[in-house]
């Protein structure tokens, strides 16, 4: 239970209420039944291994931990009837900066909103992880409501220590602490590198579906004179002269070439792209993407 001094601000309540009141409608209208056809068990799973007892299905008998404990040993596999969903949200310095008030953070919890109220829906468990240049907090997946509402205050509320962005940090670390095959949607405005082998290593074993926040300033700039900028994550300023059309096209041109190369990371890593407009509906894109999905499998 939250002590009163912990308690979210008024208006940090009314925005958590309005944020709910869309993700419940949407996730029980837009995403009911799409979420569950692009996200089901693939069948069976890996439990345990056990000792072999008479009658066991020789098939099943586990080599490699029979040579280790001299006596034989099978592989035991449960059915797979569930995938749980964990959000993983960049809340670096980085994401508060965006047209919304509330930066990425604002169109990053409605998503965790969304996605978690879907999973609900379907009985499935969702947990969340924040990171920035390191773990900020894990809430292991589980079932509810209260549960959900927990998630969306922590991204909306939840303290930082750190600044930058690692994302092979939040990979390494989903890889180490979820058990269970899941759904690892990856929510974040990708500005960093260096996460190629961390997130292979993640998607190998989990279904991990990137969801890069893009602001329309990410793509040019508009003619607003001698502008001074700031590194959210460093600190540093520069003054640049925004009417000048050659530094517009740069800017331009070099930030297709980071989504050109931000997609190829996640092609090779296998992991599925769908890129989020923050000045554009953000479920839409996603229906797209569940029912294309889920026409393929």
Not at 113 to 119: E, I, N, R, T
Not at 276 to 286: C, N, S, T
């Amino acid at each position: 239970m939250l002590l009163p001094a912990e308690l979210p601000d008024p208006a940090l309540l009314a925005q958590m209420r309005r944020i709910e009141i869309r993700a419940r409608r949407l996730a029980s209208t837009l995403l009911a039944g799409d979420y569950r056809s692009a996200f089901r068990g693939s069948g069976i799973e890996f439990a345990e291994a056990r000792e072999y007892t008479p009658g066991d299905d020789v098939r099943l008998i586990d080599w490699n931990v029979t040579a280790r404990m001299g006596a034989l040993w099978v592989k035991q596999y449960v059915e797979e009837r569930e995938l749980p969903v964990v959000c993983a949200v960049d809340v670096s310095a980085s994401q508060t900066v965006a047209h919304s008030p509330r930066g990425r953070i604002g169109p990053a919890a409605k998503l965790t909103a969304l996605l978690s109220f879907a999973a609900v829906y379907q009985h499935d468990r969702t947990g969340l992880l924040t990171f920035t240049d390191r773990i900020e907090e894990f809430v292991p997946p589980a079932r509810g409501t209260r549960h959900v509402l927990r998630l969306l205050r922590e991204v909306l509320h939840g303290e930082r220590e750190g600044a930058g962005t690692s994302i092979a940090a939040a990979c390494e670390y989903l890889a180490r602490v979820l058990k269970r095959r899941s759904v690892v949607f990856l929510i974040s405005d990708f500005a960093d590198r260096g996460y190629d082998q961390a997130l292979r290593t993640l998607a190998r074993r989990h279904e991990v579906i990137a969801l890069p926040l893009i602001d329309p300033l990410d793509l040019e700039l508009p003619d607003l004179g001698l502008v001074e900028v700031e590194d959210a994550e460093h600190g540093t300023r520069r003054l640049v002269d925004t009417s000048d059309i050659e530094f517009r096209r740069e800017y331009a041109a070099a930030a297709a070439e980071r989504a050109r190369l931000r997609s190829a990371t996640l092609a090779a890593a296998a992991v599925d792209e769908v890129p989020l407009r923050l000045d554009q509906d953000l479920a839409r894109p996603l229906v797209r993407y569940f029912r294309a999905r889920a026409a393929h499998r």
